[in-house]
């Protein structure tokens, strides 16, 4: 995570919200543990960061459906306009626009200035993510993170544990099994699509109707497009701009997603989207047969 390498060693100097909700934490605690301390860390588990600062308090960040961290540093900040070979911006998150264009836009909600004049956006269009500040020794009480299944790009987990793991949910069509987050960790929609995608089969199909051959599939699928996403820097790109100038694509690995009307690129047909477990849902109607 890009977070991870950009973020330990800086200095948070203030920090803004617009959203009650987003930002859910007492002023004196702010002052206290959070305006002037230094950020040591950052970690992930499932869709939610965690900023471990100094002061022996952590910034505990969920994404929910909507939610982004980008960072940007000095030039872009100070609206200087960036070249191609400097590092002026990093995404985490949800792919939209927020993530390469100017901020803070109508979707942020958090603001932290850096003592290196860079800052740090806590973007959310549908105002479901939330940012608190909390003891770190009491991070592993929160009930999310007693209920997260195991990150899928663990050497321990397994694909016959996915399968035991998914039995929980054997009515429940495969799609929202795999993005229900005490099943498996970390598969977002984007993943969730991806990898249903390699594996051939249809978001709606019930996991009760999945043989453990497509289950050993969908294992592998979801592993290798995490692990592309991560090699590619997320599902956001960077970089600001390329080497042409031009705005950073972030979702350049996609073979499903986002690509309702263009032709599939094993088969030709045209890609379709619809909507399963209340999310967006981009399939093949040739590749992935209910």
Request: hydrophobic share 35%; aromatic share 8%; with cysteine.
């Amino acid at each position: 995570m890009g977070l991870s390498r950009l973020l330990p060693g800086k200095g948070i100097v203030s920090v803004t919200h617009d959203w009650p909700k987003s930002f859910p934490n007492a002023a004196k605690d702010v002052q206290e543990f959070l305006v002037g301390a230094s950020i040591t860390c950052v970690r992930r588990r499932a869709k939610v960061l965690m900023v471990d600062l100094d002061s022996q308090y952590t910034l505990v960040i969920h994404l929910k459906m909507t939610g982004q961290l980008v960072f940007v540093s000095k030039n872009l900040a100070n609206g200087k306009k960036p070249t191609a070979k400097d590092e002026v911006r990093f995404g985490a998150g949800h792919p939209n626009d927020s993530l390469v264009n100017e901020l803070p836009d109508k979707s942020t909600r958090v603001i932290f200035e850096l003592s290196d004049d860079s800052k740090l956006f806590f973007n959310d269009q549908r105002k479901f993510g939330w940012v608190k500040l909390i003891p770190t020794v009491e991070v592993p009480n929160i009930d999310f993170f007693k209920k997260v299944g195991p990150e899928p790009l663990s050497a321990e987990f397994t694909w016959q544990e996915l399968r035991d793991r998914l039995q929980r949910r054997k009515n429940t069509n495969i799609k929202a099994a795999i993005l229900d987050q005490t099943v498996v960790a970390g598969i977002g929609n984007i993943y969730a699509d991806e990898a249903l995608w390699g594996a051939k089969i249809h978001p709606t199909t019930l996991v009760k109707n999945l043989s453990d051959p497509q289950i050993k599939l969908l294992y592998q699928e979801a592993r290798a497009v995490l692990q592309l996403s991560i090699d590619k820097g997320g599902s956001s790109n960077r970089n600001y701009v390329n080497a042409e100038g031009k705005r950073g694509s972030y979702m350049d690995f996609a073979r499903v997603f986002r690509r309702e009307k263009l032709p599939c690129p094993r088969c030709g047909t045209t890609i379709i989207k619809t909507k399963v477990a209340g999310r967006g849902t981009h399939t093949c109607p040739t590749c992935q047969v209910l």
